[in-house]
């Protein structure tokens, strides 16, 4: 996906995205035919209104039939009070079938993202994210619900306004007309012009926010560095920029909305002159010279308004171009469509030779082999950026890798249901993550169906109920946006008793107590040896003191193992492991 | 918000001096040039466009009525041999083209005037989020705050834009038009005002209807938004719990909600324009009415019922947008109020007057120079601290570390030692007690200096999605290439970066690389070692580091920065060994110092951790 995508605008009608769109809308094809058909009649109504005008006039004032006027000023409420009848239950209907479509396309497109990989979420940032799910399908709605209709129905006015002009007097109508040729170039002018304002407006306001957003973030790093003058010189560039392209877009905006009005006292004019002249001698109705000079002055809204919703248009086909390319985005690890159904998972696993990049140019993992029995542990060792955490991410299939096979139970994983092998399981990260909730949400994740005792089980067995006790609200204490007010330890604790609850076959811990105090680490190991007992792990750990409790050690070099074996046989072989140990225990 | 109080972790505000429409005058006032010649323009604009109506009916009147006389006004006879229709025609033509220049002129001033103070009013309340203190942002969504400079914002320059247009053009555009009118026939204007008042009084009952439907739906999709947010940023563990069923379970229901909620304002809205078209379409059938009987019976001309109407409908608009734009005023108002909101949280963390008064502008020199005399030597004086002013984090810290000294802090999670070494930038102020900093107050000394002799590494840093160049320069300046040479060297990060594809100018964060939490951490160090700091705070920052990186980042640390302090926040015996004090802290308590030989001869929590360090290193070794 382009990087800078947030910032292109799309062209303002594209019939392949269209499609799409109607796709969407065909559950609800009744409705919208229903109220199209409302729209005719709806736009029929209103233009029937200068010509009763012209009736009364023409038939009853100069006539002087009182009782003529009576009956035409009913008829004219009448016409009214279905008019505002009919374009309610249009707008309702229109409303709510709009509402249904977004709601079938924000579903549609959150299901997808949820099937989308880490590598996709690495490289599409969350603040875009947002923006597909909710504005673009925001713009769409308005694009659905205000846009499409009523461009329709401005484009059926334009039409009728002409029809009935023409029917009354073609002469005058086709003089009239010729306003229309400026009016059509001085509008292509405006549009062209408020297009690119309205594009680089967008731009830079997508910039503007991004940085304000990553200030708030980044808050405290921005106080403490100093650097609150200098980023705020750099914020106040952009939001000039903003004020420049806004004061231009302004520009053209009171410059072309005035000028209409010329054209418009010109078409006037000419009604008067030429029309006036004819009535005069008798070949015009003057009703039909009132009834002209209303038509007109109702032709010029619907091209004003055509003209700023084509901004709008255009920027809800770039949405609509953002949302189904989303939606496009193939599942980098799609689920197989005849998974091999397990009854119970083991817990054996096996790499065989497995290559692996994220780019898929350098290779992080070069031919990886091991294999480990059920309930057998393995702690992985090796220095940052040696590959440790890439291979616990394939063995949840959170990547695929690019050669070998990975097994489990025998089976390769790629021919699993990935969400089965997921729930085998549990795995407790570096960087713990907490949603907004409170501790037992972040626990047992909404689970209901794990009862509360497992969760405070789960705590206990990691020491994080010592902490959580003495919260005000214990289990119930509110957690904020990403866990902002405990401490990296807690975080970590929190989401290893996260893992332990869900009970999981396999146990994959990846520096899961890097930020814990030694004596709670301790007991946490001690409580290790019970975790791993009956469930395959895999730890990746600094401090070696772990692997007292591991069946075996692999060391990984630059994406490949180095050593592998017992803490005793590798000490023996005096190699990479060795030479860590003795770094660690002081010789 | 409803309530007249805000709070931040146990802090409250009284919102009661907030006066989001005096502060809106603040900001307009300075623009009241534009405010004049715009509502000038206005004037002038709609005096001339009551005149094509009037020539209109002029030349109707002749039409109907051939052989009269032609009168320009009333008063004034216009006989020339030119035909009337042609003057009419002129006429208009001639006086639209003069209220076009005027409509450019008020239309670029007044609407000109809400650009400027989005302008102002966004710069204001990011230079006002730059004062403000940890706790706001830890207690506050991102997305709340954005919002307020997004939607709230939009909310408040419509307010200004179509408010001040909409108020300024229908005050002028009714008294015009019913003066007009009345002069034409003032029975029939009285007749007509009676729906037009109807009119203004029901719009303005919906407008308020319109308001809280559309709150409440705002609410939702800020929900919506929350939970998405949320969401993406977690996505490894719902995919690691297979969460992902449930998750779209629970986006549907707030989406169902969000759809209840438009439903239910679309009843109300939905019957907002087609009730103004049926209200209009009313007072034009009643004028029809009358008027046409008023024809009927010779007391009105034709050319004067139709000009009556072209006023009338010059001023349905301007009347129901007084209606209307009451919606936009209960908008805008209530978005300035939630702008204020923030704006009036004060900033707990700033200068004293008294510092900053008499003191030249504190440039980078002057700091430069400042910071030279400092040496770094480090005092906490019976420091208590709360979060919340209820429940004490630390209480009762006495402590020194002497200049180009180090002291370790070690104790369990939650203790309150990355509290302790947040109050020395002053990223939060103690509750109550002193820190000292070669014997001056930090309360004493301004913010800029302090921070400047600090460099400090998060236990969980912020990178910003820039190079990672840029991120290590971040808070310095005249930095040289040699410099960012050497701080990657001593952050064991040169090698790493000669293997990514752009170096130092690779891009980091969400359009860039990710890097391992290592790296991340190295990268925080070099950005805090490169201002080279009096006074260097490690937080945990060595957590994801290998040992044998750690060792040698400490080793580099250690022979680099000789003189300066050092306060390290460690789990690991072998890195908090070797400091010149050692403080244990406990429950927000410091319960023992020393140096490690010392400590460990004692019975408490060092000897504890020590022994059980120990004993582990001791199984490594046995086994």
Not at chain 1, 525 to 552: E, F, M, N, P, Q
Not at chain 2, 155 to 179: P, R
Request: proline share 3%; net charge neutral.
């Amino acid at each position: 996906m382009n990087l800078r995508e947030d910032e292109i605008l799309g062209k303002p009608y594209d019939l392949r995205l269209m499609k799409r769109f109607m796709a969407y809308c065909r559950p609800y094809i009744k409705q919208i035919a229903a109220s199209v058909l409302l729209l005719i009649v709806i736009s029929m109504l209103q233009l029937s209104g200068p010509y009763l005008v012209k009736v009364a006039i023409d038939s009853y004032i100069l006539k002087g039939n009182r009782t003529g006027l009576n009956l035409i000023v009913t008829a004219y409420l009448i016409v009214l009070f279905f008019t505002f009848i009919l374009e309610y239950m249009k707008d309702y209907i229109m409303q709510l079938s709009g509402q249904k479509i977004m709601f079938d396309i924000r579903a549609d497109l959150f299901a997808h993202l949820q099937k989308m990989s880490l590598s996709f979420f690495n490289h599409n940032p969350t603040g875009r994210i947002v923006t597909r799910v909710v504005d673009d399908v925001e713009t769409l709605n308005e694009l659905f619900a205000e846009q499409i209709v009523e461009t329709v129905s401005d484009m059926l006015t334009l039409i009728s306004i002409v029809i009935v002009l023409l029917l009354l007097d073609w002469r005058l109508a086709s003089l009239t007309f010729i306003v229309i040729i400026p009016l059509l170039y001085a509008t292509r002018l405006y549009r062209d012009r408020a297009r690119k304002a309205y594009r680089n407006m967008r731009a830079n306001l997508a910039r503007l926010n991004s940085y304000m957003q990553e200030n708030i973030v980044g808050m405290g790093t921005v106080q403490v560095f100093n650097r609150s003058e200098e980023n705020f010189k750099r914020f106040d560039t952009i939001n000039k920029t903003n004020w420049h392209q806004q004061l231009k877009s302004l520009t053209y905006y009171a410059i072309y909305f005035p000028v209409i009005e010329i054209f418009l006292a010109v078409a006037i004019g000419i009604i008067i002159w030429y029309g006036g002249g004819e009535a005069i001698k008798g070949a015009v109705q003057l009703g039909v010279l009132v009834a002209f000079i209303q038509y007109v002055q109702r032709f010029f809204q619907p091209i004003k308004d055509l003209s700023q919703k084509y901004n709008v248009l255009q920027s809800a086909m770039a949405s609509s171009e953002r949302i189904f390319n989303l939606m496009d985005t193939p599942e980098d690890i799609p689920n197989p469509p005849d998974p091999v159904v397990l009854e119970e998972v083991k817990g054996e696993i096996e790499f065989r030779d497995v290559w692996f990049s994220y780019n898929s140019e350098d290779p992080v993992l070069k031919g990886i082999n091991f294999h480990l029995k059920p309930g057998e542990s393995v702690a992985i060792v090796g220095a940052t950026g040696a590959g440790k955490t890439s291979i616990i991410n394939l063995i949840g299939r959170f990547y695929d890798i690019q050669k070998g096979r990975i097994l489990i139970d025998g089976i390769d994983i790629r021919s699993m249901d990935k969400f089965y092998l997921r729930k085998q399981i549990g795995m407790v990260l570096q960087d713990a993550f907490l949603f907004a909730g409170d501790i037992e949400d972040n626990i047992r994740l909404r689970e209901s169906r794990i009862p509360l005792e497992k969760v405070y089980e789960a705590a206990r067995y990691v020491n994080a109920d010592i902490f959580i006790e003495k919260l005000p609200k214990g289990y119930n204490e509110d957690v904020q946006e990403r866990g902002s007010t405990l401490s990296l330890g807690q975080k970590q604790l929190i989401s290893f008793a996260r893992a332990l609850v869900f009970n999981p076959k396999i146990l994959i811990l990846d520096e899961a107590t890097s930020s814990v105090d030694t004596e709670t680490e301790l007991l946490i190991r001690d409580a290790l040896g019970k975790l791993i007992k009956g469930r395959t792990s895999i730890i990746i750990a600094h401090r070696l003191s772990t692997v007292r409790y591991v069946d075996k050690i692999i060391v990984i070099d630059k994406g490949e193992i180095a050593e592998m074996g017992s803490h005793d046989e590798l000490l023996r072989q005096k190699g990479i492991y060795h030479d860590l140990h003795q770094l660690q225990v002081g010789k | 918000m409803n309530t007249s109080m805000i709070s931040f972790h146990g802090r409250t505000w009284s919102l009661d001096h907030i006066s989001p429409l005096r502060n809106l005058f603040q900001y307009i006032q300075k623009y009241r040039y534009e405010l004049i010649s715009g509502t000038f323009a206005v004037i002038i604009s709609n005096i001339f466009g009551l005149l094509p109506p009037w020539f209109i009916k002029l030349a109707i009147d002749h039409i109907g009525n051939p052989g009269s006389e032609f009168r320009l006004t009333p008063y004034l006879p216009f006989q020339t041999g030119t035909n009337p229709l042609v003057i009419c025609s002129v006429l208009i033509i001639a006086v639209v083209g003069v209220q076009t220049v005027f409509r450019y002129i008020w239309r670029r001033h007044l609407l000109g005037i809400s650009r400027n103070l989005e302008y102002d009013l966004r710069n204001d309340y990011f230079r006002h989020l730059q004062k403000l203190h940890q706790g706001f942002f830890q207690h506050t969504r991102t997305g709340d705050i954005m919002s307020r400079s997004t939607n709230d914002l939009q909310a408040v320059t419509e307010l200004v834009g179509v408010g001040l247009v909409t108020i300024v053009d229908s005050a002028i555009m009714i008294s015009a038009c019913l003066i007009m009118m009345t002069l034409i026939n003032a029975r029939l204007t009285v007749a007509s005002l009676v729906p037009m008042i109807v009119v203004s009084f029901i719009v303005m009952r919906f407008s308020g209807k319109i308001k809280l439907g559309f709150e409440s739906i705002q609410e939702q999709v800020s929900a919506v938004s929350s939970m998405v947010q949320e969401n993406a940023a977690g996505i490894r563990v719902i995919q690691a719990y297979a969460q992902e069923d449930n998750e779209l379970h629970r986006f549907k229901k707030l989406n169902q909600e969000l759809i209840r909620k438009r439903l239910s304002l679309t009843k109300v809205s939905a019957l907002f324009f087609p009730f103004m078209a049926f209200a209009t379409g009313a007072t034009t059938a009643l004028i029809l009415w009358l008027g046409g009987k008023e024809v009927i019976l010779g007391h009105l001309t034709l050319g004067s019922y139709v000009a009556f109407n072209g006023y009338l409908a010059m001023l349905i608009w301007p009347i129901a947008a007084v209606g209307y734009v009451v919606t936009f005023f209960q908008r805008g108002i209530a978005s300035m109020q939630r702008i204020e909101e923030f704006m009036v949280v004060k900033p707990e963390i700033y200068d004293r007057p008294e510092i900053v008064k008499g003191q030249p502008q504190l440039s980078y020199e002057y700091i430069a120079g400042m910071k030279e005399k400092f040496k770094g030597k480090i005092e906490f004086r019976s420091l208590s601290f709360s979060y919340d002013g209820t429940k004490s984090t630390l209480s009762g810290i006495d402590l020194m570390v002497r200049e180009g000294c180090s002291l370790s802090l070690v104790g369990p999670v939650g203790s309150g030692k990355s509290t302790l070494v947040r109050l020395i930038p002053r990223i939060y102020d103690p509750s109550d007690g002193l820190i000292l900093i070669d014997g001056t107050d930090i309360k004493k000394m301004p913010v800029i200096l302090l921070r400047e002799l600090i460099g400090y590494v998060d236990q969980e840093p912020f990178l910003f999605s820039d190079t990672i160049k840029e991120n290590i320069v971040f808070g310095a300046a005249n930095i040289s290439e040699d410099d960012i040479d050497r701080v990657t060297v001593i952050a064991g990060l040169d090698r790493e970066m000669e293997v990514l594809p752009q170096g130092l100018n690779t891009v980091i964060g969400e359009r860039g690389v990710t890097l391992s939490g290592g790296q991340k951490q190295r990268i925080a160090l070099a950005r805090a070692i490169i201002k080279k700091p009096k006074i260097l705070i490690l937080d945990d920052a060595f957590s994801h580091l290998d040992a044998s990186t750690e060792e040698r980042v400490c080793a580099n640390i250690k022979s680099v920065f000789k003189h300066s302090t050092i306060i390290l926040i460690s789990h690991r015996i072998s890195t908090i060994k070797q400091a010149d004090t050692i403080a244990i802290m406990e429950d927000g308590r410091i319960t023992e110092t020393g140096l490690h030989d010392e400590l460990i001869l004692r019975s408490g929590l060092y000897n504890r951790i020590y022994k059980k360090q120990l004993f582990l290193e001791n199984e490594i070794i046995e086994e």
